[in-house]
């Protein structure tokens, strides 16, 4: 698995590590792991070309000795000194006796218009806000160049603790981060900005809480969650999901739900609505009902809402089961939010920004700029688990505890239908006995591996993702 911490806990891990090391000692393993990751960027270190983004403070400094190291081995280096008189004394002492020279901001887009590789040191873990002017200049030189962009820890502009871009930033091709992996790396916005991230070993992990802010499931982790049948299994034992959802205008969602549900792990699926012809038509195994969620037979969890339409009532009569209950799309949007809040069984919403947003009452556009925060206050303010769907999926519990973050989707999963495909997955794991958080991180995973196994390169289908949740799903247990 891997996690992410925010800064106060890391500060206070490095605070503790550097008690029981020697003066200054922490700051060179991060430049060691730092001038060792440029050196694998670049090739080849001798007759390099490379300029130093310099601010002020420790990232700085990170830069000023790295730079140095890569100057004993034969590079050309340059620091531009964005704060001359709070740049780091150590390290810019030890980069000159190592041969690097030094120049202002106002002089500093020819060399980086001739560089390899550009290291951005601008600004820390705690930087708020965009960049000022002159780095953001110098930012945008890097960007133009030709020269690969390595961020220190974390790209300058983006804020650590949510991965929110509130101004100019470095984007970065690379990103080296010491000692654990911040929020931001993980989630987007952040994360585009970050690109390819290496985390370097300072010795923190001893001094790190067990449990982090963010965390991301990785193959090994997921494998452990499916729900695997035993020789005493038999389809009800092995759960049995409820599929609410479709209408006269949107017969395909309901379609696209149970086609979801049935590869999701559950030994059975039961639809109940007004499109249970089509279901049934493309589902034979479907268990088919026309008397409503009340009436319909046991289920271990619901999902409702994939094209539902204006039809309330259903969706309230499933908010009224004491089991566990997904709730997507329309569901959203007529779910009452006291009735929600009441429920003494789980439940698992998953909306887009959009359906967010209009929950949350703000735009769009600051949902998709705060993911994290907007995902957390949703899950507080419903006493529900929150899976936020996007370029980085989040899933926010209402206990506050870590947030599953992730990242194996595919732009091409922006596809009607894709949606209503999630759903009837999740659904069908939490039928399956998996909690909601759970549910919700491992139907992402699954989803997201579909995604990309379906388009391979090209534009898929909403069915064709479904298809493919098998596929997904052995390469995650092999």
């Excluded at 090994?220 to 729900?227: E, G, H, K």
């Excluded at 389809?235 to 049935?262: C, E, F, H, I, N």
């Excluded at 206050?377 to 505890?401: I, M, N």
């Excluded at 239908?417 to 759903?423: A, E, H, I, N, R």
């Amino acid at each position: 698995m891997r996690t992410a911490y925010s800064v106060e806990t890391v500060r206070t891990a490095e605070r503790e590590l550097m008690a029981r090391l020697p003066d200054g000692a922490l700051m060179q393993r991060a430049a060691a792991g730092l001038a060792a990751a440029c050196a694998d960027i670049l090739g080849g270190v001798y007759g390099s070309r490379v300029v130093l983004l310099v601010g002020s403070g420790d990232n700085g400094g990170d830069a000023l000795y790295a730079g140095a190291r890569l100057a004993r081995r034969g590079a050309g280096v340059t620091a531009v000194l964005l704060s001359p008189d709070r740049t780091h004394p150590g390290g810019l002492a030890a980069l000159r006796r190592a041969g690097g020279s030094v120049v202002r901001p106002e002089a500093a887009e020819g060399p980086i218009d001739r560089a390899d590789l550009v290291v951005d040191g601008i600004v820390g873990i705690g930087g708020k806000g965009g960049l000022r002017p002159d780095a953001a200049r110098l930012a945008e030189a890097a960007e133009r160049s030709r020269a690969a962009v390595v961020a220190v820890d974390l790209p300058s502009g983006v804020e650590a603790d949510t991965g929110e871009v509130r101004g100019d930033a470095v984007r970065a091709d690379f990103t080296v981060t010491f000692g654990a992996y911040k929020p931001a790396l993980l989630i987007d916005p952040g994360r585009e900005y970050a690109g390819f991230v290496r985390l370097v070993d300072i010795g923190l992990d001893p001094y790190l809480p067990d449990e982090p802010d963010v965390e991301a499931l990785q193959h090994a982790d997921v494998a452990a969650l499916l729900p695997v049948p035993t020789a005493e299994s038999d389809k009800y034992r092995r759960g049995v999901v409820g599929v609410a959802a479709g209408s006269a205008r949107y017969p395909g969602a309901a379609v696209l739900a149970v086609a979801g549900a049935l590869h999701g792990g559950a030994g059975a699926v039961r639809y109940v609505g007004p499109a249970a012809d089509e279901v049934i038509a493309r589902f034979p195994e479907t268990l088919v009902s026309d008397r409503g969620p009340r009436k319909a037979g046991r289920v271990q969890a619901w999902a409702t809402g994939p094209g539902a339409g204006d039809d309330a009532a259903t969706v309230a009569e499933v908010l009224a089961a004491d089991v566990p209950v997904l709730i997507d799309a329309d569901g959203l949007r007529l779910a009452d939010r006291d009735a929600v809040r009441e429920r003494t069984a789980p439940t698992l919403m998953t909306p887009h920004a959009g359906e967010a947003a209009a929950l949350l009452g703000v735009d769009r556009e600051q949902v998709e700029r705060a993911r994290l925060t907007s995902a957390r206050e949703l899950a507080a303010r419903y006493g529900a688990t929150v899976l936020l769907k996007g370029s980085t999926t989040l899933v926010a519990g209402p206990d506050g505890g870590p947030v599953r973050v992730n990242a194996t989707g595919t732009p091409w999963l922006a596809t009607a239908g894709s949606g209503d495909v999630l759903s009837g997955l999740a659904g069908s794991l939490l039928a399956s006995g998996l909690a909601p958080r759970d549910a919700g991180s491992v139907a992402a995973y699954l989803h997201g591996l579909a995604g990309r196994y379906a388009s391979d390169g090209a534009p898929a289908a909403a069915q064709d993702v479904a298809a493919a949740i098998p596929d997904a799903w052995r390469d995650v247990r092999d």
